[in-house]
């Protein structure tokens, strides 16, 4: 969609300028096939797991590792579903970036981590100065503003307002 | 008459100054979040629940329902000035709204969706007030065959009518009801995929898993991307706002015919005000004499829209309040605050919490009014809020994620929750698959498993129960339609590839 009909776009063929030979042949939908595959992977697993560690019991008497195993099957199959005509179909290109998701998810991490050893203001700057690199105009000065009114904030509704039994600081250790 | 009994206790209840601070807190919020691309409704909705464990079932749902028809407001500003949707539920008003803001014509169009959002959503109330009593009375009956069915029609629908192939929306939901299955059996005792961790006896947490999945997923798409520019700011003011005697003849019509098509898709499970705009839309733009002037700043092409998806807003209470049914992950958030505050939902709600069903419904009203006064005279602040960068507010929307998530049980497994399901939420975002659905799984898996077995206890393991009571047949046949048609879907789009390849 983006920019179309620009000279440039004129030289690249787009998905309905292909033939069928392309669509066939080169340019399977990666983004289903992985999809799928995943959700295969994970409805197998899922089935054997409940089966193995849950007894399944009978229609009558159903067992606690019946559901689940059914949903696993269910998972199989619609994986299957999944892959079978992405295999035949040009599909987007797969986009992903690493870099902020790595952040963003870092970032979270870096507070779990903290909470249970230093307490929460100090996860709080960690959450805020790891996230912070995920973009170049939060400088190391405006984070720490940030992170400092956060606290103030968090401290006033959490634990002055909610009662919260959460240390802010915990150097017990 | 009864029904003037009810909308006393509900006006007292709503009326109380504590739920009408409720109230006002999450419609203002709402509209904060509506206005700001990047927060949606059910991030919000999530982050917020922890807050409200400490209020009383009545306030907490007064204001989680507040930030859930505030957001529609809200998303239209977002539309109208940016041509980013603040919501989904309001990318086709920036079809025509955009326009409007480009021809200088901003705050008209703010005023009239404001008009149109209220009118909707008064019209969505109405409806909930008279079909929903009913809907529960006719519901005291159903037996878990009936639910077991209604909930698997439910799921079917929202995976299988979204955008994109029905069986990646069926996957999603079939990995919701796998990540309901963890935690404690409740007929046997068992201990479902814990792992050995105790962390899991109760299951995942539905609120972390909620905030991971739409919070994080959302943070991670739209951290450190360019700031969309605005039109139209110097237009923006009460004075400009008076539409013309034109805008006014041509309004009310489409305001209407978007409050039905909302109410009417609001109920339905896995439509919603999201389809409900976009049907209103096309409606309107296929009866226009004059269609050419959609996409242009068509007054009609924002009224329709908007009214259609505040009306959806509200219906979509009738089934999650009267059957206990979800049709929407927001609507699956609200059912999981009930059943944290230990309110058991279903059809004897209406009876049994009176105060709450009316207090909540007549809440609505006010918080509608609230709405219009907020969104008139203070557009230009709502405005306003659109200059603040993303880069500023990210990292503080993260940490009350986290703090929030902990808050829940002091627990910091919940916060590697947060992360975990932010990861899996960002690779479905990749790989295309759309992560609402999971959410609606995850809530009605466990219900559905308990419907199922009773069934089956009932009928000694024979599946013709479900094909044997006649509601329940009914509604298996629906779901087996749906199923069809998805397959048809499926099908035809493959064949029209291969025609316009071959061609």
């Known amino acids: 969609m983006s920019g179309a009909g620009t000279p440039v776009d004129r030289f690249v063929p787009d998905r309905r300028g292909e033939t069928f030979w392309d669509a066939a042949m080169n340019k399977p939908n990666w983004q289903d096939i992985w999809g799928g595959a995943l959700v295969i992977a994970f409805g197998i697993f899922f089935a054997w797991y409940a089966q193995d560690t849950l007894s399944l019991g009978s229609l009558r008497r159903m067992g606690a590792g019946a559901f689940p195993f059914a949903v696993g099957i269910v998972l199989v199959i619609l994986g299957v579903l999944i892959i079978i005509p992405a295999l035949r179909r040009p599909g987007p290109k797969l986009d992903f970036a690493i870099r902020t998701p790595l952040i963003i998810l870092a970032a979270v991490c870096a507070f779990a981590l903290c909470v249970p050893r230093f307490g929460v203001v100090p996860a709080i700057f960690a959450t805020v100065?790891?996230?912070?690199?995920?973009?170049?105009?939060?400088?190391?000065?405006?984070?720490?503003?940030?992170?400092?009114?956060?606290?103030?904030?968090?401290?006033?509704?959490?634990?002055?307002?909610?009662?919260?039994?959460?240390?802010?600081?915990?150097?017990?250790w | 008459m009864d029904i003037l009994a009810n909308v006393g206790l509900g006006l007292q209840t709503a009326l109380e100054p504590t739920n009408l601070f409720y109230c006002f807190v999450g419609v203002a919020l709402g509209t904060i979040v509506g206005v700001i691309p990047g927060v949606g409704p059910l991030a919000a909705i999530a982050m917020l629940i922890p807050l409200t464990f400490y209020l009383d079932p009545t306030a907490a749902l007064i204001m989680l329902s507040g930030i859930w028809y505030g957001t529609t407001y809200g998303g239209s500003t977002a539309s109208i000035l940016l041509n980013v949707p603040g919501t989904t539920s309001a990318a086709v008003t920036a079809l025509d709204g955009y326009p409007m803001a480009q021809q200088g014509r901003a705050s008209v169009a703010l005023f009239m969706t404001a008009v149109a959002s209220f009118a909707?959503?008064?019209?969505?109330?109405?409806?909930?007030?008279?079909?929903?009593?009913?809907?529960?009375?006719?519901?005291?009956?159903?037996?878990?065959?009936?639910?077991?069915?209604?909930?698997?029609l439910g799921l079917v629908a929202a995976s299988s009518l979204s955008d994109g192939p029905p069986a990646k929306g069926l996957a999603v939901v079939a990995l919701g009801v796998a990540f309901g299955c963890?935690?404690?059996?409740?007929?046997?005792?068992?201990?479902?995929?814990?792992?050995?961790?105790?962390?899991?006896?109760?299951?995942?947490?539905?609120?972390?898993?909620?905030?991971?999945?739409?919070?994080?997923?959302?943070?991670?798409?739209?951290?450190?991307?360019?700031?969309?520019?605005?039109?139209?700011?110097?237009?923006?003011?009460?004075?400009?706002?008076?539409?013309?005697?034109?805008?006014?003849?041509?309004?009310?019509?489409?305001?209407?015919?978007?409050?039905?098509?909302?109410?009417f898709f609001g109920t339905l499970p896995g439509t919603g005000p999201s389809i409900a705009s976009f049907v209103a839309y096309a409606f309107e733009k296929r009866v226009s004499k004059t269609p050419e002037r959609f996409g242009k700043g068509a007054i009609e092409g924002i009224m329709a829209p908007e009214s259609a998806n505040n009306a959806a807003d509200q219906t979509s209470f009738i089934p999650?309040?009267?059957?206990?049914?979800?049709?929407?992950?927001?609507?699956?958030?609200?059912?999981?605050?009930?059943?944290?505050?230990?309110?058991?939902?279903?059809?004897?709600?209406?009876?049994?919490?009176?105060?709450?069903?009316?207090?909540?419904?007549?809440?609505?009203?006010?918080?509608?009014?609230?709405?219009?006064?907020?969104?008139?005279?203070?557009?230009?602040?709502?405005?306003?809020?659109?200059?603040?960068?993303?880069?500023?507010?990210?990292?503080?929307?993260?940490?009350?994620?986290?703090?929030?998530?902990?808050?829940?049980?002091?627990?910091?497994?919940?916060?590697?929750?947060?992360?975990?399901?932010?990861?899996?939420?960002?690779?479905?975002?990749?790989?295309?698959?759309?992560?609402?659905?999971?959410?609606?799984?995850?809530?009605?898996?466990?219900?559905?498993?308990?419907?199922?077995?009773?069934?089956?206890?009932?009928?000694?393991?024979?599946?013709?129960?479900?094909?044997?009571?006649?509601?329940?047949?009914?509604?298996?046949?629906?779901?087996?339609?749906?199923?069809?048609?998805?397959?048809?879907?499926?099908?035809?789009a493959r064949m029209k590839r291969k025609a316009s390849a071959a061609g």
């Not at chain 1, 956060?150 to 002055?160: A, D, K, R, T």
């Open chain 2, 120 to 152: 909707g959503g008064s019209i969505g109330i109405l409806v909930m007030m008279f079909f929903a009593p009913l809907i529960a009375q006719y519901a005291l009956n159903f037996g878990p065959a009936e639910y077991f069915s209604l909930m698997l």
């Open chain 1, 129 to 172: 100065f790891v996230s912070s690199l995920a973009d170049p105009r939060l400088t190391a000065l405006f984070s720490f503003l940030v992170a400092a009114s956060l606290s103030v904030g968090i401290w006033l509704l959490f634990v002055q307002g909610l009662n919260l039994p959460i240390p802010m600081f915990d150097w017990s």
């Open chain 2, 320 to 492: 999650t309040l009267a059957l206990g049914i979800p049709g929407s992950a927001t609507m699956a958030l609200m059912l999981g605050v009930l059943i944290i505050h230990g309110i058991q939902p279903g059809p004897t709600l209406m009876d049994r919490e009176p105060e709450l069903f009316w207090g909540l419904v007549m809440s609505f009203w006010i918080g509608n009014v609230l709405l219009l006064i907020l969104n008139i005279p203070l557009v230009g602040l709502w405005a306003r809020l659109l200059l603040v960068p993303y880069y500023i507010l990210y990292p503080a929307v993260l940490v009350f994620i986290c703090i929030g998530t902990l808050s829940v049980q002091q627990n910091v497994f919940h916060v590697w929750t947060v992360a975990f399901f932010g990861l899996l939420g960002y690779l479905m975002r990749v790989l295309g698959f759309s992560a609402a659905p999971l959410l609606l799984g995850f809530v009605l898996g466990p219900m559905m498993e308990e419907h199922f077995r009773r069934a089956m206890l009932i009928s000694a393991g024979d599946f013709g129960l479900f094909f044997d009571r006649p509601i329940s047949a009914v509604v298996m046949s629906l779901t087996g339609l749906l199923l069809l048609h998805a397959m048809y879907r499926t099908v035809r």
């Open chain 2, 182 to 263: 963890i935690g404690t059996d409740i007929y046997s005792g068992a201990e479902r995929f814990t792992f050995d961790t105790l962390n899991l006896t109760d299951g995942l947490n539905l609120i972390a898993l909620a905030i991971g999945l739409f919070g994080i997923a959302e943070i991670i798409s739209s951290a450190g991307r360019k700031e969309p520019t605005m039109v139209g700011k110097e237009s923006v003011r009460m004075r400009a706002m008076i539409p013309t005697q034109d805008d006014r003849r041509r309004s009310w019509a489409p305001v209407l015919r978007g409050a039905g098509f909302g109410s």
